[in-house]
């Protein structure tokens, strides 16, 4: 399966976007999908994840309530609503995906985008 991230840019502290990851090649609805995020510097880390049926979501402890995953499997695209969003947030997002069930772990994902730039200026 092919991703593509999009729906990055810059945003003042306080802000949201909403990414997106449109899936080809195959239909997403047998794999759970994920976003991770990468500062300059940082290692890859986890932000938020959904099941292959969207039943179960689960987003990282520092951004429960300010960040919402959901899929639409009809359009095999998952979206990342982030709101209230901080400089700190400033990163580069990827989506991954994996065989139906969520993982926190980067190295448990096996097909990945290609990231999109998110700046949030304070």
């Known amino acids: 399966v092919q991703l593509q991230a999009s729906g990055g840019g810059l945003v003042q502290s306080g802000g949201s976007l909403r990414l997106s990851c449109a899936a080809s090649?195959?239909?997403?609805?047998?794999?759970?999908t994920g976003w991770f995020r990468q500062a300059p510097g940082k290692e890859r880390e986890f932000v938020a994840a959904i099941n292959w049926d969207g039943s179960y979501t689960y987003a990282s402890e520092f951004r429960k309530g300010r960040f919402t995953i959901s899929r639409d499997n009809a359009k095999n695209t998952v979206y990342l609503q982030m709101n209230s969003l901080k400089p700190e947030d400033t990163a580069v997002y990827y989506c991954?995906?994996?065989?139906?069930?969520?993982?926190?772990?980067?190295?448990?994902?096996?097909?990945w985008g290609q990231g999109t730039q998110v700046t949030v200026s304070s």
């Open positions: 090649g195959r239909t997403l609805s047998s794999f759970a």
């Open positions: 991954a995906a994996r065989i139906l069930y969520i993982r926190t772990s980067s190295h448990e994902w096996d097909y």
